[in-house]
């Protein structure tokens, strides 16, 4: 079960919403989020509603100033959803594709891939079938850069999920596991 809470300003001050599931639309709880608080478990957070636009992961630890979390990957100011990260203990699998509609070369992944180019000789991603786990692609390897949350599922055509995030490519992805106790 996951904890966050949110708040208007930074350091923590202001009103604040406290969510423990997914929360769409924040909107009709606070004006904007200036920091945030996570208390258990992981989120992703979105800059819009529905869960819609750039994405940044947050665990456990405080986010006193959003501002500053520009320079540790977000790219965005204020937070308009969040989605809260359901623990897996399971295994990990995911099949990426370097083209739409599971096109192009395959490679089946159970482990966390710092960059595709070096492990698969791929130079792009954009698709992928996620069948065990939950987890977070980079836009460049070593795991930086924009950040994009995947559960369970098919994903036919990065491009054309609607996410906001134009022609983004794929270069690395980790697995979302431990890093949520």
């Known amino acids: ?13 202001g009103r604040s919403y406290e969510c423990m599931s997914d929360c769409p639309d924040m909107s009709s709880y606070m004006s904007r989020c200036q920091s945030c608080r996570v208390e258990s478990g992981c989120f992703m957070a979105y800059e819009r509603p529905s869960f819609m636009g750039q994405q940044f992961f947050m665990r456990r630890g405080e986010y006193p100033d959003m501002q500053r979390m520009i320079s540790m990957g977000m790219m965005f100011d204020n937070i308009r959803s969040c989605r809260m990260i359901p623990q897996h203990r399971g ?4 099949r990426i594709y370097e083209r739409e509609n599971f096109g192009g070369q395959m490679h089946e992944m159970s482990e966390d891939c710092d960059s595709i180019q070096e492990r698969y000789r791929m130079s792009d991603c954009q698709s992928c079938n996620v ?3 939950h987890w977070l692609m980079y836009e460049q390897p070593h795991f930086r850069g924009r950040q994009m949350y995947m559960r369970p599922g098919e994903y036919r055509s990065f ?4 996410m906001g995030m134009g022609g983004m490519k794929f270069m690395s992805m980790r697995r979302i596991n431990d890093m949520c106790n």
């Open 1 to 13: 079960m996951g904890k966050i809470t949110f708040y208007e300003d930074r350091n923590f001050q």
């Open 91 to 94: 295994s990990f699998r995911m």
């Open 131 to 133: 069948m065990d786990g």
């Open 159 to 162: 491009r054309e999920m609607g």
